[in-house]
């Protein structure tokens, strides 16, 4: 018997109550496994990326600490239980994870010149375009979960974070700008002292749209094409609708009872 043959027969050997050990396990091997695969690709694309362009070395732990912190805010989320299935559209998030991640390890660069900047730029168009698809594959597939909206709202927090701090990094803007990146995050800690603000909002087409538009105009503000006078005007704004965006939804969170619909603004 060949050896694939032996595991056949082993497998179906096992009893009632292993097998159910398996199963319910399956959904945690799935998520190691596909993050852990995630991680090694990460590292080889910042290995040899950093090999290619002149990055300094702490390119790569940078990059894999982002991943780390990543990963981190995403298992420790409440209600987010392991998909049994990791299908398509959070492979396409896990992807889109780790460009985000590259983009990141760009922030310990001194020396910006036009190759590595033009370079960021795309990497992050990119993953702006792998954003539209996670979402379109996961409804094409039907296969929306807690677990896959979580990964993805974490990823798009950590891109814009990272691009506002590129764009001070850049000197585009002053460091005011890194007020986009850490506004959820700041509502978040909000959230440990006040009740309601832990309340799950419904889903919103307004939200959506200015997270999206957040990205793109961030990722306009890099390019060596706009100057900081041109970046500050459009980094004010971008930030002008995120603030009022989120002040929308403080103020349902507030006035609220949980039955009520979406804030109509």
């Known amino acids: 018997?060949?050896?694939?043959?032996?595991?056949?027969?082993?497998?179906?050997?096992l009893s009632p109550a292993a097998l159910t050990a398996v199963r319910a396990n399956r959904p945690i091997l799935t998520l190691v496994t596909h993050l852990?695969?995630?991680?090694?690709?990460?590292?080889?694309?910042a290995n040899a990326t950093g090999a290619?362009?002149?990055?300094?070395?702490?390119?790569?732990?940078?990059?894999?600490?982002?991943?780390?912190?990543?990963?981190?805010?995403?298992?420790?989320?409440?209600?987010?239980?392991?998909?049994?299935?990791?299908?398509?559209?959070?492979?396409?998030t896990l992807l889109r994870a780790i460009l985000v991640c590259l983009i990141g390890?760009?922030?310990?660069?001194?020396?910006?010149t036009t190759t590595i900047i033009w370079l960021t730029v795309a990497t992050a168009a990119v993953a702006e375009i792998l954003d539209g698809l996670d979402g379109w594959a996961a409804?094409?597939?039907?296969?929306?979960?807690?677990?896959?909206?979580?990964?993805?709202?974490?990823?798009d927090s950590l891109f814009i974070?990272?691009?506002?701090?590129?764009?001070?990094?850049?000197?585009?803007?002053?460091?005011w700008i890194l007020v986009i990146g850490m506004m959820r995050y700041g509502f978040l800690l909000a959230g440990l002292f006040l009740a309601a603000l832990r309340r799950p909002l419904p889903p919103s087409k307004r939200r959506q749209s200015i997270c999206v538009a957040q990205a793109?105009?961030?990722?306009?503000?890099?390019?060596?094409?706009v100057t900081p006078a041109m970046a500050g005007f459009i980094a004010a704004a971008a930030l002008a609708v995120l603030t009022w965006s989120f002040a929308v939804d403080i103020v349902w969170l507030l006035r609220a009872t949980p039955a009520e619909g979406e804030p109509q603004c």
């Open 1 to 13: 018997m060949n050896k694939a043959g032996s595991l056949g027969v082993s497998f179906a050997m």
């Open 216 to 225: 793109v105009l961030l990722t306009v503000c890099l390019t060596p094409l």
């Open 139 to 155: 409804r094409r597939k039907g296969l929306s979960s807690a677990f896959g909206a979580r990964f993805d709202v974490e990823t």
């Open 52 to 92: 290619m362009l002149p990055l300094p070395s702490g390119y790569l732990p940078l990059s894999l600490g982002l991943y780390g912190i990543l990963l981190a805010l995403l298992l420790t989320a409440a209600g987010t239980a392991p998909p049994y299935h990791f299908g398509t559209a959070n492979r396409i």
């Open 161 to 175: 974070l990272l691009l506002a701090v590129l764009i001070w990094r850049f000197e585009k803007t002053g460091a």
């Open 105 to 112: 390890g760009v922030v310990i660069q001194t020396s910006h």
């Open 36 to 45: 852990a695969g995630g991680g090694l690709l990460l590292a080889a694309i």
